[in-house]
């Protein structure tokens, strides 16, 4: 089987996949029957595989199947810890194979297909533990019993915390195997995210006619084109004008030092360019499906879904329509470039960033009863290691995703030992170095060493600008612990007195 990567490039593959799924999301939005359009968003999204991936749609295969006997087959409370152990795995297995068999094609999608497959199993198989757990404990109380399992909607998993905060809109049925089958090859979002849990595909399959049919999802997506344009161009258009490909070459080393510290900004502005265009397009495709759109009273969040909610309320839409009902599609939202760019900090500026899988990633890792108790910044750190792991093996992802809690304690640092310390004219000028430093190098530099992935020329590059964001970070921490200590030996009634002067 030949794949159509062999002839088509890997980013024109994903704007062809994003393409078919607003198309045919409209369509799918249209069906009434709810077995057919399960049919139809599975058959659509294994073709894509298929198509996409060749030979390498055996990898998919495997996923899916033994994830999903291990949630049929497994009753016992350790099962959606097996799934979790078993897809990490196997996504590990997945991306060392490129290392020692040519099986593995890195111009075709099986890639970004695997990113998604490995969290949405994860996803479904705690979906599923919740909602036995439930069930259990409803049938105790009946018999007149507490087995302590947890109730209503705590989403009181073995290995997740309880908090408000992390309760999810849970099943009202358990999937079955042909159900799991058609949300981990749904059509939407495959290969290209954003991340939806299984509840929420269940709702929209689910999605009864008289909402589907007004859905404003075209007046949505008019009302984010303005800013998909700005995407386009900036990708398009600094695509032109700079590139990865110069930071490999000779000549661009014998440029100043200014030009290549400073280079990080217009790839970074490029590189965030480029996934926003591809999530904005994969909403779209989500909109037009009703993939993700909840009233608004539900208050959903991006990847969580519906916060807002309460027993017995399965019924989301009712029979009728209530006047002024406000729709959200907030469920499917994957980036906010506006929050994203006026946010203040390095750190802050990520909560904006693939938001669907920040969720997975706060709820399943650092919510985990694994780090309960722990240092915020050893949560920090393994959230950071796992998203390295999660998307391969490549140097550069390591220096970007560990590096990035580096830099943002480095930060946190400086802003509450040395910023917070200054008088309103230095923390002028402070706040201006820290927004172009941390800011705008921090994030071009993440960027940076995610696309330029290879140990050397990552390795090449920092060594040529001494370390850039990484130096930056180490000097800020030096900064920090001396304006510390010294901050430490003056007396607090003189420190108050300078500082209002």
């Known amino acids: 089987m030949i794949p159509l990567s062999e002839f088509i490039d890997r980013d024109y593959a994903y704007i062809a996949v994003v393409a078919v799924s607003i198309f045919l999301g409209g369509f799918t939005r249209k069906i009434k029957n709810v077995e057919t359009k399960k049919l139809f968003t599975f058959l659509v999204g294994f073709t894509i595989v298929s198509a996409f991936c060749g030979a390498e749609v055996l990898h998919s295969l495997i996923t899916i199947i033994i994830g999903t006997l291990l949630i049929k087959q497994c009753s016992n409370r350790s099962m959606p810890k097996m799934v979790f152990l078993f897809s990490f795995l196997y996504r590990i297995f997945f991306c060392l194979s490129s290392f020692f068999t040519s099986?593995?094609?890195?111009?075709?999608?099986?890639?970004?297909?695997?990113?998604?497959?490995?969290?949405?199993?994860?996803?479904?198989?705690y979906e599923v533990d919740d909602f036995r757990r439930r069930q259990a404990n409803e049938n105790a109380h009946a018999n007149g019993h507490s087995n302590g399992v947890g109730n209503g909607f705590t989403n009181n998993h073995n290995n997740i915390t309880t908090m408000?905060?992390?309760?999810?809109f849970p099943l009202n049925e358990e999937p079955s195997y042909f159900d799991i089958f058609c949300y981990m090859y749904c059509f939407l979002g495959i290969g290209t995210g954003p991340f939806y849990r299984y509840r929420t595909y269940h709702d929209m399959i689910f999605l009864p006619q008289h909402i589907s049919k007004p859905l404003p999802a075209v007046d949505h997506i008019i009302s984010r084109l303005s800013i998909l344009t700005m995407l386009i161009i900036v990708s398009v258009?600094?695509?032109?004008?700079?590139?990865?490909k110069e930071m490999k070459s000779d000549e661009f080393y014998e440029r100043s030092f200014f030009y290549r510290f400073f280079y990080?900004?217009?790839?970074?502005?490029?590189?965030?360019s480029r996934y926003g265009v591809i999530w904005f397009l994969s909403e779209f495709g989500f909109a037009m499906s009703g993939l993700g759109v909840y009233p608004e009273t539900m208050k959903p969040e991006p990847g969580r879904g519906p916060t807002n909610f309460h027993d017995g309320n399965d019924d989301i839409w009712g029979k009728k329509i209530a006047r002024g009902l406000q729709y959200s599609?907030?469920?499917t939202r994957n980036v906010y470039i506006v929050q994203g760019l006026t946010a203040k900090t390095y750190a802050k500026t990520f909560r904006?960033?693939?938001c669907t899988v920040q969720w997975w990633l706060a709820h399943f890792i650092y919510a985990s009863k694994l780090f309960s108790g722990k240092p915020v910044f050893i949560r920090w750190l393994a959230v950071a290691i796992v998203s390295a792991v999660w998307h391969g093996f490549k140097a550069g992802y390591y220096f970007s995703f560990v590096g990035m809690t580096y830099v943002a304690f480095a930060e946190f640092l400086l802003l509450s030992q040395v910023g917070a310390r200054l008088n309103k004219n230095a923390r002028v000028v402070f706040d201006l170095?820290?927004?172009?430093?941390?800011?705008?190098?921090g994030i071009g530099s993440f960027m940076t060493t995610f696309s330029l992935s290879s140990y050397s020329d990552v390795m090449r590059y920092l060594a040529s600008v001494y370390y850039g964001?990484?130096?930056?970070?180490?000097a800020s921490i030096i900064l920090s612990v001396i304006t510390s200590v010294v901050f430490s030996m003056i007396p607090k009634e003189t420190v108050k007195r300078e500082k209002t002067e």
């Open 264 to 272: 990080v900004l217009p790839i970074g502005a490029i590189g965030m």
């Open 237 to 244: 258009g600094g695509g032109m004008l700079f590139g990865v």
């Open 352 to 354: 904006w960033w693939n």
């Open 329 to 331: 599609f907030e469920s």
């Open 433 to 441: 170095v820290h927004y172009l430093l941390y800011k705008a190098v």
């Open 469 to 474: 964001i990484y130096g930056v970070a180490t």
């Open 164 to 168: 408000d905060k992390h309760k999810t």
């Open 103 to 125: 099986w593995r094609d890195d111009r075709n999608l099986a890639n970004g297909i695997q990113l998604v497959l490995t969290i949405k199993m994860i996803c479904v198989a």
